[in-house]
């Protein structure tokens, strides 16, 4: 029995250890309410989730090709065939082939950035981003087409505090909006905003808390347009992250709800989901070569009966 117990002196460095343990988790639990972090934007409280759940899923064929005159300023070209969805009044899903190339040009600065589009199809894609001061910043996003009654235009006032962020929304049709998060501890952030429609005589208020930590991240928000979303992420490892999803709209009785992974490896990185509605997707985006990217997407949806497979090369 003797041999079993620590010498007094050994015994008494580990009770000193487990006791300076147990008083930096106690000094780690404190929360300094006077230096707490900047959350992220309000409309980017779902970021992690929709990362892996929602990524940009096409069909066709794609190719996008990106050419740097300088450190500020490229251009790109993007080619896109494939087909496009119709209305119809039946079940199963029309498609007609289709083709558009997109010239863009790029100028990209740590305090500017300016990103035009122009589509074969007569759209015209526009986006600002300027940083007043250190601490407010402009974004400007508009798209002009054929179409009566489609263009429209958006105008954002980002601005971020020491603890909590407020944003200020301008849009056409007498769009008026306004956000505001706040940080109330380390971890955890509540916000809430308002909108007012003018052109379409509605108006709304919505609430949304999200809480992160290194492992894991929960947002929960909920309108009054009667959308009810709540999502989760379990970062498993810095290469793997599992994600899911719950979307109620109260209104239309509508639901749905998806599990997803997000998978980066050496050379590509995979998404893939499943939902309550039997529509499975899988994105991969391989690296082949420095500037050169292949990408392979996918979408069956069996209740539908539409599947969407696409391929595409990204150069630059």
Not at 261 to 286: F, H, M, P, V, W
Request: contains cysteine; aromatic residues 10%.
């Amino acid at each position: 029995m003797a041999g079993l117990i620590p010498p007094p002196s050994q015994a008494t460095a580990i009770l000193n250890d487990a006791a300076s343990k147990q008083q930096k988790q106690k000094e780690e639990e404190k929360v300094d309410y006077m230096n707490l972090p900047c959350p992220i934007p309000y409309e980017e409280i779902h970021r992690e989730a929709f990362m892996s759940l929602k990524p940009e899923l096409f069909e066709g064929l794609r190719f996008d090709f990106t050419k740097g005159l300088n450190q500020k300023f490229s251009l790109s070209h993007s080619v896109m065939m494939g087909p496009t969805e119709i209305p119809s009044q039946s079940s199963e899903t029309i498609k007609i082939p289709t083709a558009h190339y997109e010239f863009g040009a790029n100028f990209i600065d740590p305090e500017l950035m300016l990103i035009g589009r122009v589509m074969t199809d007569g759209r015209v894609n526009a986006r600002v981003k300027c940083d007043l001061t250190d601490n407010l910043t402009l974004k400007a996003n508009a798209q002009l087409t054929n179409e009566p009654h489609m263009s429209h235009g958006m105008l954002n006032f980002d601005y971020k505090g020491k603890d909590y962020r407020g944003q200020f929304q301008l849009g056409n049709g007498a769009l008026l909006g306004a956000s505001y998060i706040q940080s109330v501890t380390r971890h955890l952030a509540l916000g809430g905003e308002v909108f007012w429609a003018g052109q379409h005589r509605k108006s709304g208020i919505g609430y949304a808390a999200r809480y992160e930590t290194d492992k894991m991240v929960a947002t929960g928000q909920v309108a009054s347009t009667g959308m009810v979303v709540m999502s989760y992420v379990q970062k498993v490892s810095e290469k793997v992250s599992l994600a899911s999803d719950f979307m109620y709209n109260y209104m239309s009785n509508d639901v749905t709800s998806s599990v997803g992974y997000d998978y980066i490896l050496r050379q590509c990185r995979l998404r893939g989901k499943i939902d309550s509605n039997g529509c499975t997707a899988a994105y991969l985006e391989e690296r082949l070569n420095m500037g050169l990217n292949f990408i392979l997407s996918a979408e069956l949806d069996h209740k539908k009966k539409d599947y969407k497979f696409g391929f595409g090369l990204t150069v630059g």
